[in-house]
């Protein structure tokens, strides 16, 4: 490969993703994108990262360092990271409950959709008592997937892990009709009203248009920045987690074979795979944690998008 098609797959990429940035649907939180940071790059890796080498992956989004020291700053006072200092140096590492709610969040991030449906919900109702409020209750099962279908009853396909910052709740199990008649049409209507799938489903069209620039370059490409392979990488993740997040992850037999979603996780798990070879290259060569060169990474990284 000759240095000019070198440069011109870069340059290819590098404008995907500029442009990308620039038809984001808000503009990007640096704390936010951090979050982002350690969770798909940093954890595998050990977890510990140097304020400079976050600053430099940050300087590629154009976000200067005095940004990123307010909004690490912020972290901390919420309790989403705590520092190591070392002389003049600062290391960043996740709080083990950020890392608890980072992991959480992988799961649903990194797995691609499950087909089968039992035919079974899960009912869910909080308890009245002291500790948590309910509003926070409530919260947190919609956090976990649950659907509220009125003031006080949550539903989710049967199988969904109940939070712990819930509360005491009680849980019930119902069994649906179309599950002995094997027409879906039942279940499908009960999840169209219980949860917000048309938003979903144009969250994910937005998704695609937003990133198709940058799969169509990577297939162009012979050969790609490895900061800019990293760049998109978690640019993509960032997005992806902002919608999955708000996706009640139902099974597909619940959703349609034309399911939006569908065609936004392979384009992710395209794009991710492809940039995740230089983008690891660039970690191995330019990123420190506490310890010095950030460790191999984790074998949970290379289960990622595989199934």
Request: aromatic share 8%.
């Amino acid at each position: 490969m000759s240095s000019r098609e070198r440069r011109s797959g870069q340059s290819s990429l590098e404008d995907a993703f500029n442009s990308a940035v620039k038809r984001l649907d808000q503009p990007l939180r640096a704390w936010s994108l951090i979050v982002t940071v350690f969770g798909d790059a940093v954890a595998p890796r050990g977890g510990s990262l140097w304020l400079g080498t976050l600053n430099e992956i940050m300087g590629a989004f154009g976000i200067g360092e005095g940004v990123v020291r307010t909004a690490m700053s912020r972290l901390a006072a919420d309790g989403w990271v705590e520092r190591d200092r070392t002389g003049r140096n600062s290391y960043y590492r996740l709080t083990p409950k950020a890392m608890a709610l980072s992991e959480a969040a992988a799961v649903r991030i990194y797995r691609l959709p499950q087909r089968g449906w039992s035919g079974t919900w899960s009912l869910a109702v909080p308890a009245e008592g002291p500790g948590t409020r309910v509003a926070d209750r409530r919260a947190a099962l919609r956090r976990a997937g649950f659907a509220q279908l009125n003031a006080g009853l949550f539903i989710a396909p049967a199988g969904r892990n109940v939070p712990s910052e819930t509360g005491r709740v009680f849980m019930f199990s119902a069994r649906s009709g179309s599950a002995k008649s094997d027409d879906p049409e039942q279940d499908r209507e009960i999840a169209r009203s219980a949860w917000k799938l048309d938003e979903s489903a144009d969250a994910y069209r937005s998704f695609c248009n937003l990133f198709a620039p940058a799969a169509s370059a990577l297939a162009r490409s012979r050969g790609v920045s490895d900061l800019t392979a990293l760049a998109v990488r978690l640019l993509l993740v960032h997005e992806l987690r902002r919608i999955v997040l708000r996706d009640p992850g139902l099974p597909l037999d619940l959703l349609g074979s034309d399911w939006a979603g569908l065609e936004a996780r392979a384009l992710a798990q395209r794009i991710w795979l492809a940039c995740l070879k230089p983008s690891e290259r660039w970690l191995d060569t330019h990123a420190s944690g506490f310890d010095g060169p950030l460790p191999p990474a984790s074998a949970e990284l290379l289960r990622r998008f595989r199934g």
